[in-house]
C-alpha cells in the first residue's frame, strides 16, 4: 500500500494556481468556513470546493511545524500526513465527506497553532551579544587604582518637567 506524498509532482503547480505561502489568516478562514458547515445544508460539492485548499494549507503549515521540530510538532505532522494520506473516495455519502473535511480543519488549526507558537518562542529568545572588552585588557585596567583629586564634579539638578512637557 502507497501512500501520496505531502508535496505536488515536479514540474506541476500548486492546486488552486496561487502559489503556496505560511499565510496563517487564510488557513484560519479556510478551517473557519469548514467547520461551519452544517450536514443537512452542506452539498458535496460544497465540501470538495473546499478540500483542496485546506489540503494546501496542512501541506505547507506541516512542513514548517516539522522543520522546527518538537515532540508535539512531530506527532501533529504525523496525524497531517495520515490525514492527507486517507483521502474520501468519490462513491462516499456526504457524511463521510463532511467529517473528514472537518477533521482535517481541526488538524489545520492546530499545525497553525503550533507554527504560530514556534515564531513567538524563536522571537522571545534573546540575542547573543559580545562582549565589549576582552579578560586580558579588563584585568589590566583594575590593576591600579586612581584616587580622584581635585574638586568633586559639579552635579546638574534633575529636569523636572520632560520634553514632552509631562512632569
Known amino acids: 500500500m502507497t501512500h501520496p506524498s505531502l508535496s505536488p509532482p515536479q514540474g506541476e503547480p500548486p492546486r488552486g494556481g496561487a502559489p503556496r505561502s505560511l499565510n496563517a489568516e487564510a488557513a484560519d478562514r479556510a478551517a473557519d468556513v469548514a467547520l461551519g458547515f452544517q450536514l443537512g445544508t452542506t452539498t458535496r460539492d460544497q465540501i ?7 489540503r494546501d494549507h496542512i501541506e505547507v503549515f506541516a512542513k514548517a511545524v516539522e522543520a522546527g521540530g518538537g515532540r508535539a510538532a512531530r506527532g501533529s505532522w504525523l496525524e497531517a500526513q495520515q490525514l ?3 483521502k ?13 473535511v472537518r477533521e482535517l480543519a481541526r488538524v489545520l ?5 503550533e507554527h504560530r507558537e514556534q515564531v513567538a518562542s ?10 565589549q572588552a576582552t579578560l586580558g585588557a579588563l584585568a589590566k585596567s583594575r590593576q591600579t587604582y586612581l584616587v580622584p583629586s581635585g574638586p568633586a564634579p ?3 539638578s534633575m529636569v523636572t518637567t520632560s520634553a514632552y512637557g509631562r512632569p
Open 88 to 100: 474520501p473516495a468519490e462513491a462516499i455519502y456526504v457524511f463521510g465527506a463532511w467529517s473528514h
Open 48 to 54: 470538495d470546493a473546499l478540500l483542496p485548499q485546506i
Open 122 to 131: 524563536a522571537e522571545r529568545e534573546l540575542p547573543v551579544r559580545e562582549p
Open 109 to 113: 488549526r492546530r499545525l497553525v497553532s
Open 84 to 86: 492527507l494520506a486517507a
Open 154 to 156: 559639579e552635579h546638574k
